[in-house]
């Protein structure tokens, strides 16, 4: 699903910040946070793969201001209350009159925020992540950029709530740099400590000079999987996750169309993945 394309929600639900921790280390010019808030509304009902839909203060006349974020993590263990994380990169726009730089508006609000300051929003948008009911079902995750939110939830979710994973979990990630490797790098190893994992594998795709395409590396990457990835694909358990920008989706099946091999082979190989649900995707 296209979030762009996704539909306005007419209630709107609100939520309190527990705390926000800066995931990329302080000589990265990225700020990029780990929010955490928790909201107490019974009707709240949310998974894994989904988003939340904004609304902050707007600005130039705007009342309000609203935006997109893919769930990072999400704790319902507790009946009063639900807790979920976002992943949020601090954001500035370009004015294309003048030239001059402006702090981009729901990023800045939210990385600025203080604990016990609340937030608005509505949802869930878009369809979730879905674990296989099978442990022994291979698992393809492509991201890139904060993309790699919902990804978290879900290998913490394998690993760490159902307390392991027998199928080989593959995971693909493309970042401009290596200080940009969110839940990846010294100051977060989220994702990280799941190397240990028998069945768990992290790609990192950086690319390889400043402003080069980060989609090139990582379908670079994926590609240099060749071999794996062909099996995978062929296995009709095998569930893929994309999540990122509009872009990586067709980057990633061209990679995915080289690997498949024969012309026309992934053509067919992407309808039985759509047809079986096992090709879920969050774009933005």
């Keep these: 699903m296209t ?36 909201t107490h509304d019974p009707s709240f009902d949310i998974r894994l793969g989904q988003c939340l839909r904004l609304r902050v203060p707007g600005r130039y006349g705007q009342a309000w201001h609203e935006r997109l974020y893919s769930l990072a993590d999400l704790d319902v263990s507790d009946p009063e209350r639900t807790e979920f994380a976002l992943l949020v990169r ?63 939830g879900l290998v913490r979710r394998i690993y ?49 000079r400043p402003h080069l395409s980060v989609l090139s590396a990582l379908g670079r990457s994926v590609e240099d999987n060749a071999a794996e990835l062909r099996s995978l694909l062929e296995d009709k358990r095998t569930h893929v996750y994309i999540a990122g920008p509009e872009a990586l989706k067709s980057g990633t099946e061209v990679a995915l169309a080289r690997i498949a ?16 649900g096992r090709w879920h995707e969050v774009l933005y």
């Excluded at 929600?9 to 929010?35: F, G, K, W």
């Excluded at 674990?131 to 904060?146: C, F, K, L, N, Q």
């Design 3 to 38: 979030l762009t394309d996704a539909p306005v929600a007419a209630s709107q639900l609100s939520a309190a910040l527990v705390s926000s921790a800066r995931i990329t280390p302080a000589e990265s010019p990225e700020d990029v946070r780990h929010l955490v808030f928790e």
């Design 261 to 276: 091999g024969a012309p026309g082979r992934w053509a067919l190989l992407r309808q039985t993945f759509i047809a079986g």
């Design 160 to 208: 760490e709530t159902l307390g392991r994973w027998d199928g080989p979990v593959r995971l693909f990630y493309g970042a401009r740099s290596g200080l940009e490797m969110l839940y990846m790098n010294e100051q977060n190893t989220d994702i990280a400590q799941y190397y240990d994992e028998a069945s768990f594998k992290a790609f990192q795709a950086v690319s390889p």
């Design 90 to 152: 601090r954001c500035h726009e370009i004015d294309d009159f003048n030239g001059e730089r402006h702090p981009g508006v729901a990023s800045n609000y939210l990385c600025d925020l203080k604990p016990g300051e609340r937030i608005e929003f509505s949802g869930p948008v878009g369809h979730p992540f879905p674990v296989p009911p099978d442990r022994h079902s291979p698992m393809i995750m492509i991201g890139m950029g904060t993309g790699i939110a919902p990804f978290r």
